[in-house]
Nanobody, 123 residues
Framework: QVQLVESGGGLVQAGGSLSLSCAAS????????MGWFRQAPGKEREFVAAITWSGTSTHYADSVKARFTISRDNNRNTVSLRMNSLKPEDTAVYYCAASFHVLPSRVSEISYWGQGTQVTVSS
């Protein structure tokens, strides 16, 4: 069982930056990839970014590539998402996710979800 708790959401102007953090509690020895997904009102949950257990490989949605950076600290069981050059279309609830897939990019590949944190980008 993995429990995920996000923090760092908020309101920011277009062009600004925001960082999200996710604290994971897990039994010793569990190895999982981590990711971020988001869901805007009236839309399906979509992939944002993912990182492997070792942190050596990452994957991003085309819409956030070169603007967002995912990272993890396995000593602290945390994963972060640095978001730069934010746009109004980035407004959504952002969810931290844990997966036993090597580098997940689909909702169906996720085993555990956080409760979500709201990110609002004003124009």
């Amino acid at each position: 069982q993995v429990q995920l708790v996000e923090s760092g959401g908020g309101l920011v102007q277009a062009g600004g930056s925001l960082s999200l953090s996710c604290a994971a509690s897990t039994r010793t020895g569990s190895a999982y990839a981590m990711g971020w997904f988001r869901q805007a009102p009236g839309k399906e949950r979509e992939f944002v970014a993912a990182i492997t257990w070792s942190g050596t490989s990452t994957h991003y949605a085309d819409s956030v590539k070169a603007r967002f950076t995912i990272s993890r600290d396995n000593n602290r069981n945390t994963v972060s998402l640095r978001m730069n050059s934010l746009k109004p279309e980035d407004t959504a609830v952002y969810y931290c996710a844990a997966s036993f897939h090597v580098l997940p990019s689909r909702v169906s590949e996720i085993s555990y979800w956080g409760q979500g944190t709201q990110v609002t980008v004003s124009s």
